[in-house]
């Protein structure tokens, strides 16, 4: 059977007091809508329509070239409710069966989508959950047979339906025939004065039809953002979630509590990972990896035994087996380091790469710059890549000793073997296992006397 899925995303989030469309609001880094989109790609339906409103074009134009040419787009104005929502989107529904995801539920389980449709069949399937305190829900009211018979609304309830714990979470399925035959028949004939797709239940039921319903194994997986402090409470939800699945993998975590995941972590065996420390776009740790507090990792790989000490931060960098980096270290992107290499404090390395065994343990920088094997680089060494219009590389052969305070003015040769004298000023290639320095002649002057606070100024005129 074909699946249809329909995605409900034209809220306006009033209570988010904000010019950003509601969907587009980030949960681990990525738009509401997007976690939303991602859950039904993994289905493989033969279609997806994400109906959009408030914020226009702005929501489309966010996510439509990620989502590809496959998912249509359909604007719903005025938003008149959830089953006018659904009406705008049946003309792109095909023959089978059709999935109702809202933009603004950004948890839900596949495998929990997957038992809904299942548990459906060839009827209709919705996804309750009962709730302690259900007040502002749709209640699910059944025969006594246990039989669903139809959804009520908080507004539109008796003190009795009240007392029902059991509520509507939006999501179900719903055959497309039945599904568009349905929609025409829709009033708005209630306390809202819109058009509730939740009475096409009672529709079914009037035909006989078969309502199932399937749980999550969690409540958070229905829970939706209609305030800031929801979608704050949904991101630390969703981070326990990793941090667990993490621990469950072998990671040691400083705090689970504190941990940011906005993309992909991938651990291997043994890892650790200390507080505070936030891992953006798809980042990958080989075994026994240690990463210390409060670094940032943005599209990283970093093999096997490397240790990344305190408050680095990392950005579309590769770094080998057994190095040591940081603290304070900064890797910007096209950084690539191999085994053993060392980078130390206030170290900037960007669009380099720098072979095994170098180091460059303090107050450096590393730019459009390759390194061969056991170099060492001194505090304060400088490459001058930029000419002010265009970047220059810098090539460094293996075993150079570069010596403290040196700046390697690009284009710039330095030999194998070669010695850079401290303070030197390269402008000119330094020949392999020679000693090369540049540097103004020390003087010392006779007489000279400090300058004292309310005296005068040397070099001064009496006037």
């Not at 007392?163 to 708005?188: C, F, Y």
């Not at 979608?231 to 705090?255: F, M, N, S, W, Y």
């Not at 040591?324 to 790469?353: M, Q, T, W």
């Not at 004298?421 to 006779?446: C, F, I």
Request: net charge neutral; hydrophobic share 40%.
């Amino acid at each position: 059977m074909s699946l249809n899925v329909v995605i409900l995303a034209a809220g306006q989030g009033k209570r988010m007091r904000s010019d950003t469309p509601k969907v587009l609001h980030p949960l681990a880094g990525r738009p509401l809508l997007d976690h939303v989109l991602g859950a039904a790609q993994v289905l493989e339906p033969d279609s997806i329509c994400v109906v959009y409103g408030h914020g226009g074009e702005a929501v489309r134009d966010a996510l439509a070239a990620q989502a590809g040419p496959s998912v249509s787009w359909v604007k719903q104005e005025p938003q008149l409710g959830t089953g006018h929502a659904v009406m705008q989107a049946a003309p792109h529904l095909r023959d089978g069966a059709t999935l109702v995801l809202y933009g603004d539920v950004p948890l839900t389980r596949v495998e929990t989508l997957q038992r809904l449709i299942a548990a459906a069949g060839d009827g209709l399937g919705v996804l309750t959950v009962t709730l302690d305190d259900a007040t502002g829900y749709g209640r699910i009211v059944r025969d006594a047979k246990g039989r669903v018979q139809r959804i009520v609304e908080q507004k539109d309830s008796t003190e009795a339906e009240r007392q029902i714990r059991e509520v509507n979470t939006g999501i179900m399925v719903v055959p497309t025939a039945k599904l568009k035959d349905w929609l025409g028949r829709l009033s708005n004939n209630n306390a809202q004065g819109e058009y509730y797709l939740t009475d096409i239940v009672a529709l079914a039921v009037e035909e006989g039809l078969p309502v199932a319903t399937a749980q999550p194994d969690a409540e958070w997986e229905t829970l939706g953002v209609n305030s800031r402090a929801q979608l704050a409470e949904l991101e630390r939800i969703h981070q326990r979630e990793v941090a667990l699945r993490l621990l469950d993998d072998g990671v040691t975590l400083g705090d689970p509590a504190r941990i940011d995941v906005r993309g992909s972590l991938m651990a291997g065996r043994d890892c650790f990972i200390d507080v505070n420390c936030v891992f953006e776009g798809e980042v990958a740790l080989g075994d026994k990896v240690s990463i210390g507090p409060n670094c940032v990792l943005r599209n990283v790989r970093i093999a096997s035994g490397t240790r990344v000490e305190a408050f680095c931060h990392m950005e579309d960098a590769e770094v080998g087996a057994n190095c040591r980096i940081g603290p304070y270290a900064r890797l910007r992107p096209a950084a690539v380091l191999a085994a053993d290499v060392h980078i130390g404090n206030f170290v900037e390395v960007k669009k380099s790469d720098i072979g095994a065994g170098s180091k460059a343990n303090h107050l450096a920088y590393i730019g459009d710059t390759s390194i061969g094997k056991n170099v060492n680089v001194g505090a304060g060494t400088i490459t001058c890549n930029y000419d002010g219009v265009n970047k220059h590389r810098t090539i460094i052969e293996d075993d150079v000793f570069i010596g403290s305070d040196t700046q390697l003015v690009a284009p710039v040769r330095v030999g194998r073997g070669a010695t850079l004298g401290a303070g030197t000023t390269l402008t000119k290639d330094a020949p392999p296992d020679q000693l090369t320095l540049s540097r103004a002649k020390q003087v010392s002057v006779e007489g000279w006397q400090r300058p004292v606070k309310g005296g005068p100024v040397k070099g001064g005129k009496k006037g």
